[in-house]
């Protein structure tokens, strides 16, 4: 009987479980869209409301199991909160991750799917807990970053980014000529990428090296766009300028038109 009551009871807990997880996923994914809550705060708070709901249910069922072989839980229960309260004073730093932690999801400072700089890491937030971060860099490593450690936090995600591209040129070029050409190039990329907010355009000339001269451009884009920003504009003014050479009486406009 004793055998049958438990697996009556671990059959219970993981229907439960797979229940509970799925009424979780869909209260949010319902709540998504009346409320207008981005994906990633979205994930943020299923993934805590699933641990904590997971924890809950552990609970409840080491109770029931205790009391299939005639354990008083509420004892051990008050047992273990006299040795909770001793290993409380050498567990501040727990305490620490915790409190951080739930200030870090009510300012909604960070949510899963952004790229952040915390604790000196550098990666794409999968994870954020009440106890831990989880923070994937970009060579695949997944740091657990430990609330407490985070001191300062810059999130790269909120509002539009910078596209920067320092491009030499010889001395010998006509800086002019060289402002046009690649000036209408980043104006080609414009129409033809409306992930670009603001610009491309070019600065002018930014340092003097020993045998060039550097031009800048700078571009507003949405989030996580600039890296793809800045290849196209590396790709398409490097084409533009090696076409120049090679034909220096054909103009850009000319040739795109070709």
Same mark, same amino acid.
């Given at each position: 009987?004793?055998?049958? /009551?438990?697996?009556?009871?671990?059959?219970?807990?993981?229907?439960?479980?797979?229940?509970?997880?799925?009424?979780?996923?869909?209260? #949010?994914?319902?709540?998504?869209?009346?409320?207008?809550?981005?994906?990633?705060?979205?994930?943020?708070?299923?993934?805590?409301?699933?641990?904590?709901?997971?924890?809950?249910?552990?609970?409840?069922?080491?109770?029931?199991?205790?009391?299939? #072989?005639?354990?008083?839980?509420?004892?051990?229960?008050?047992?273990?909160?006299?040795?909770?309260?001793?290993?409380?004073?050498?567990?501040?730093?727990?305490?620490?991750?915790?409190?951080?932690?739930?200030?870090?999801?009510?300012?909604?400072?960070?949510?899963?799917?952004?790229?952040?700089?915390?604790?000196?890491?550098?990666?794409?937030?999968?994870?954020?807990?009440?106890?831990?971060?989880?923070?994937?860099?970009?060579?695949?490593?997944?740091?657990?970053?430990?609330?407490?450690?985070?001191?300062?936090?810059?999130?790269?995600?909120?509002?539009?980014?910078?596209?920067?591209?320092?491009?030499?040129?010889?001395?010998?070029?006509?800086?002019?000529?060289?402002?046009?050409?690649?000036?209408?190039?980043?104006?080609?990329?414009?129409?033809?990428?409306?992930?670009?907010?603001?610009?491309?355009?070019?600065?002018?000339?930014?340092?003097?090296?020993?045998?060039?001269?550097?031009?800048?451009?700078?571009? /507003?884009?949405?989030?996580?766009?600039?890296?793809?920003?800045?290849?196209?504009?590396?790709?398409?003014?490097?084409?533009?300028?090696?076409? /120049?050479?090679?034909?220096?009486?054909?103009?850009?406009?000319?040739?795109?038109?070709?």
């Amino acid at each position: 009987m004793v055998i049958l /009551k438990l697996l009556a009871v671990l059959i219970a807990f993981w229907i439960a479980r797979a229940v509970g997880r799925r009424l979780i996923k869909n209260a #949010f994914s319902k709540a998504q869209v009346r409320r207008k809550m981005s994906a990633g705060r979205t994930k943020t708070l299923q993934s805590l409301a699933v641990s904590a709901y997971s924890y809950i249910l552990f609970f409840i069922t080491l109770v029931i199991v205790l009391g299939i #072989f005639d354990i008083n839980a509420a004892g051990l229960i008050a047992g273990a909160g006299v040795v909770g309260l001793a290993i409380g004073f050498g567990a501040q730093g727990l305490v620490s991750d915790i409190v951080t932690g739930f200030f870090l999801l009510l300012e909604k400072q960070v949510d899963v799917g952004d790229y952040v700089t915390v604790a000196g890491y550098d990666g794409i937030v999968e994870e954020v807990g009440l106890r831990t971060m989880q923070l994937r860099s970009f060579d695949g490593t997944l740091n657990y970053v430990p609330n407490r450690e985070v001191g300062s936090l810059s999130n790269h995600t909120r509002g539009n980014m910078q596209a920067l591209v320092d491009i030499a040129i010889p001395y010998t070029d006509n800086i002019d000529d060289a402002v046009s050409i690649i000036q209408t190039v980043c104006d080609d990329i414009k129409e033809q990428n409306p992930k670009i907010v603001e610009g491309p355009d070019v600065l002018g000339v930014q340092t003097f090296g020993t045998a060039e001269i550097t031009l800048r451009i700078i571009a /507003k884009t949405e989030a996580m766009e600039q890296w793809a920003v800045e290849r196209d504009l590396r790709k398409a003014i490097k084409e533009a300028l090696d076409e /120049k050479q090679e034909n220096p009486d054909k103009t850009y406009a000319e040739k795109s038109q070709e």
